[in-house]
């Protein structure tokens, strides 16, 4: 039999892809190099309501959010809060394998414990090779993550850069569970942020490191002593997050999507948004393109740019502001957190939007009296 589409990945880049296209009757399989759906989970699990909605499942829900409490280097600290929901914090295993189900009930076929390994385009059809065996179809999908072979099989596509996760659930009931906290500063998570967020009964307390700055666990540890000394450790997770996107997300009878297109929130590091919108663009892209009969890298090149359309200014903007963030000392950061507390500032930030948070920073500088604070940050962040 020859597919019309095999996805490499089941993660929500992947289902959700498989999900639409199968619904419209095209004949897809899924590759997972796991042996289930959901496991092991590299993620916090912080996402908007807007996500779930998207997803069309319900996982189950740790903990609901009307804000955040950000803590800068000095101690220092602002609350931003709203008084809708800013984020949910759900149980993503529970999550993959919800959407894997829907896409299975959707028809899309699925081979666990099969690692996409290269693909070749001959004619009209690609053979796809997986550590189970040699698949036929019109297209492939490179939903396999941040460390994509799909996405090597494109020549010079790595991504700009990696930042490396480390992650604990603790043995820890907080006393605020409407709440999220971020903490920033080199000592802690340099070029990132930790997070400490309530679940009920545990906390999940993780952070990312930028490459070079040293071992996420061990910057982990030693918060974790500080902040919950005699808190156990119940789950340890770890992973990389692709900053910064990749050279291109289409080739010959091939589309990347998710981690694997580099499709990640550059100041949050959130992929599960990007990936449901692409989603629903490359499934439109590529039924035509089934239907036309061209699977040409021509044809496909609408879909990066439908999906630059929809999320590229997020994109494009939020790695501007990473860079500026990552060439701060902590005293700068500090700076940047009186900055936020100003009057004219701070009522900016309970608008927050965990999907474009990007566009906090435009709110600001929508008011000219914020602008020579914002102008000094950006000049120290140029030296
Ligand atoms: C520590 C950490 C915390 C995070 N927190 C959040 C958060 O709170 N909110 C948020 O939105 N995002 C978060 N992210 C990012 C988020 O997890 C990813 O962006 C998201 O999972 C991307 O989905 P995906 O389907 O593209 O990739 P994945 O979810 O990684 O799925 C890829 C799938 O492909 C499979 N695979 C890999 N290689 C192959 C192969 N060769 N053959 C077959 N299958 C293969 C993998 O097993 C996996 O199942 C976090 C990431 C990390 C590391």
Known sequence: MTYDAVVAGAGPAGTMSARILASRGYGIKVLEDDPISGKPVQCAGLVSERVLGMSGVKPEVFGRFYGAEVIFPDGSSVIARSRNVKAVAIDRGDFDRRMADAAADAGAEFSYGSKYLSHESGGDEVSVTSSSGTDRCRAVIGADGYGSRVARSLPGNLPREYVYGAQYDLRHRADCQDIFRVRMGNGCAPGFFLWEIPCG???????????????????????????????????????????????????????????????????????????????????????????????????????????????????????????????????????????????????????????????????????????????????????
């Open 201 to 383: 009964d545990f906390t999940r307390v993780g952070l990312c490191v930028s490459a070079g700055k040293g071992y996420p666990f061990g910057y982990l540890n030693s918060m974790v002593r500080k902040l919950y000394p005699d808190s156990g450790i119940i789950a340890r997770y770890g992973g990389k997050i692709p900053l910064g996107g990749r050279r291109t997300t289409y080739g010959e009878k091939c589309l990347l999507i998710g981690d694997a297109a580099g499709q990640v929130k550059p100041v949050s590091g959130g992929g599960i948004y990007p990936s449901l919108v692409s989603a629903g663009i490359l499934a439109d892209v590529l039924s035509d393109a089934l239907d036309s009969g061209d699977l040409s890298a021509g044809r496909l090149s609408r879909y990066e740019k439908l999906w630059k359309a929809e999320l590229g200014r997020e994109m494009k903007f939020g790695y501007y502001l990473r860079k500026k963030f990552t060439a701060m000392d902590d005293s700068d950061i500090n700076r940047a957190g009186r900055y936020s507390r100003r009057g004219d500032v701070r009522p900016a930030l309970d608008e927050i939007d965990l999907d474009r948070s990007s566009d906090v920073v435009r709110a600001i500088l929508r008011k000219p009296s914020a602008w020579p604070g914002a102008l000094n940050l950006y000049l120290r962040s140029l030296f």
